[in-house]
């Protein structure tokens, strides 16, 4: 039986791992991923302390990333009665939280695009690559918004955190 315990704590922390690393190789934070990773297999809520003792993270950096990880969507600060610090869980829709965060910050690119264009004077090959770059986040909205309108139509979600007492 220890054997299997340890076979599947081996295999939670690879995968807990495995997300730092994805998230570090997509230009996030690697501890945003191993966050991530957290959530994802336990939900919440948990802990602000108990995050950082798992981790084996500094406090700040713990503050920082659960902090990125409220703003992009994937996880939300909740309290539990009767204690007086922090406790995260994942959000019931991380995912479709997250597309809906790359559409606004395509479009947001966009409206740079666009004001560049009126006011800058620029020449012919670097009009070509910025228009590039725009028709490039055009498409990407396209089919992210597609995305998230499969995710609505076919009620996709989260499972339900388990709720801590």
Known sequence: MTEE??????AREQFIERNGLQAEASGMPRIAGRLIGIFLLDGGPISFAELAER??????????????????????????????QDFFQLQNNP????VEHSIRESVRFNGYVDELLEHGDLPPEATARVQAAKDFHIETVKALEELKTKLVETGWSMPAASTKS
């Not at 315990?5 to 081996?10: D, E, K, M, T």
């Not at 995912?95 to 997250?98: C, D, N, S």
């Open 95 to 98: 995912f479709a939280l997250a």
């Open 55 to 84: 981790l084996q993270a500094s406090r700040a950096s713990i503050s920082t990333n659960t902090r990125l990880l409220e703003r992009v969507g994937i996880i939300e600060r909740v309290s539990i009665r009767g204690k007086r």
């Open 5 to 10: 315990i340890s076979a599947s704590q081996h």
